[in-house]
């Protein structure tokens, strides 16, 4: 998430806060102890948070009897944040946004970044599988000219593309929503693979698999600062730190994973083991270089 939209996260985690603590607040006065303008204290209330049972009385904003208290600190943070980067979604309607807002119907999204891919021309497809996902509704529909028969898991925005994750013949994948077509959501349920739901929430990247390999790389010490500041990589450790380079482990999914990974990385990278990807590597490199060069 970029700056801004962090800033306006949290400030609107507080505003949630004080509304489901039964405080009432006018705009003069939260533009105050948030040191912003009235104008945008009046965005947060009428635009952002305009999804919530917000009421007005002699100038004060306060939250309907009936939903005090109702909010935990999980629900107030997963609010905030969906409000603050809410163009993220291709629906625009209050409606939907207050649907996915929701902390069951919220378990079906996941976003990684802040950038974007237009969906607009999606927003019916995207909630088809928005339903499927909380009904447990299997789905079919054309992929890469083939049938498939899915189980829907999670909608996952990495890097401002959406990707559906789902089960498909008992094997975890990971299908572009803008590839998909003739999607249609059936009345057949399935039972979630707990195995499936686990790897989705701790994986880092869009490659998703039931397997892993654990892979180990030597990287130039130059970019160290770069594997310090966040994980570039699932569950990546840095083992040790030389002079010249760093050791660092990681758990990928694929074997394309990794040596797409090494290959943005180049020249400062190393695949030490599987000593077969570092061989893959080469030999990638060594066709490019002798049909361009």
Known sequence: MSKSHDTIAKRLALILTKLNDG?????????????VSTRTTSRDLNERLAFL???????????????????????????????????????????????????KVNKAYMIKGYKYED?????????????SILKRFK????????????????LVNIFGIWYLSADENNKLKTYSLTKIKELKVTKQ?????????????????????????????DIDISVLPYFQRRDLLSNQKIKHIHKEYFELTA?????????????YWIPHIKIISPATLQDKLE???AKYLKEHI
């Open 283 to 285: 030999s990638q490199l």
């Open 23 to 35: 405080d009432e607040f006018s705009i003069d006065e939260l533009s105050k102890e948030f040191g």
């Open 189 to 217: 349920l399935f039972e979630p693979n707990k195995k499936f739901q686990d790897i989705i929430e701790k994986n880092k990247t869009v490659w998703f698999s039931q397997d892993s390999i654990e892979v180990l790389l």
């Open 251 to 263: 758990t990928v999914s694929y074997e394309e994973e990794i040596l797409k990974f090494a290959r």
């Open 53 to 103: 049972p917000i009421v007005k009385k002699c100038g004060k904003y306060s939250l309907e009897p009936y939903c005090l208290g109702k909010l935990s600190f999980k629900d107030i943070k997963n609010f905030a944040t969906i409000s603050g980067i809410r163009q993220l979604y291709p629906a625009i309607d209050d409606e939907f946004i207050a649907d996915i807002l929701n902390i």
């Open 139 to 154: 789905l079919s529909f054309i992929y890469d000219e083939k049938q498939r028969y899915v189980d829907p898991y999670k």
């Open 119 to 131: 969906t607009s021309e999606y927003i019916e497809q995207f909630q088809q599988i928005n339903l």
